[in-house]
């Protein structure tokens, strides 16, 4: 079966740094994706992983483990705005349509 | 690059309206469009995928003939509500994605959809 897991709820300091884990379990993989939304919002595209390793983009960084199964998201430098829930997903091979499989999101509460 | 509007942002109807949300990406071609619903404090819910020139493919449990997708072209997905009823009421959201499969997709800002 499908499933993603990310944890439910997470609290950081501003200027601190914070991981949010995603760990996957899918028939296939073609990627993972993260997404931040605000409250009330759409999810904006964060970063994009396909192959093991590292990305970096500013304050953002995305690490993939396929063997693992597992992604991190890495937030520095925290700001309040980046109070938001954050989205991991997942790209199976599911033919030409390529849907995402979505986890549940990991609400980030950053306190001054 | 990658601006994805959808129109309304809201709307409040009555049971038994139908209602119609569009969903245009403004400076790319999407060969893609994804609907999706969302309710409070829960994550998205994919209802259909929408491929321009063809027919949407509906997720289980998704009512065709209550949701009509059209994608007529490449930049305009369409989501019809048919006959929306309290039940229906949601944040809905469509995503567009350019043709290659590792792109990824850009939100519009959704449409809150309220049925009274």
């Known amino acids: 079966g499908q499933n993603i897991d990310q944890p439910t709820e997470m609290t950081a300091t501003e200027g601190a740094i914070v991981q949010i884990n995603c760990t996957y379990q899918?028939?296939?993989?073609?990627?993972l994706f993260w997404y931040q939304q605000h409250a009330g919002e759409a999810p904006t595209f964060l970063s994009y992983n396909v192959l093991d390793g590292l990305e970096e983009k500013g304050r953002f960084s995305s690490f993939l483990s396929r063997s693992k199964g597992y992604s991190y998201l890495l937030l520095k430098e925290l700001q309040m705005k980046d109070s938001a829930s954050y989205l991991c997903?997942?790209?199976?091979?599911?033919?030409?349509?390529?849907?995402?499989?979505w986890g549940l999101g990991t609400s980030l509460a950053v306190n001054p | 690059g990658a601006v994805v509007s959808q129109h309304p942002s809201w709307v409040i109807c009555k049971s038994g309206t139908s209602v119609k949300i569009e969903c245009r990406s403004l400076?790319?071609?999407?060969?893609?469009m994804f609907w999706y619903r969302q309710f409070p404090k829960q994550s998205l819910m994919l209802m259909a995928t929408?491929?321009?020139?063809?027919?949407?493919?509906?997720e289980q449990g998704v009512e065709k003939d209550k949701f009509l997708i059209n994608h007529a072209s490449l930049t305009l997905s369409t989501l019809t509500v048919t006959s929306a009823h309290p039940e229906d009421s949601s944040f809905y959201i469509c995503?567009?994605?350019?043709?290659?499969?590792?792109?990824?997709?850009?939100f519009g800002d959704g449409t809150r959809l309220s049925i009274l």
């Open positions: 995503s567009a994605r350019r043709g290659i499969a590792n792109q990824p997709q850009h």
């Open positions: 400076d790319f071609q999407a060969t893609t």
């Open positions: 929408s491929n321009e020139g063809s027919k949407a493919t509906y």
């Open positions: 997903a997942v790209r199976e091979n599911a033919g030409n349509n390529r849907k995402l499989i």
């Open positions: 899918t028939s296939g993989f073609n990627g």
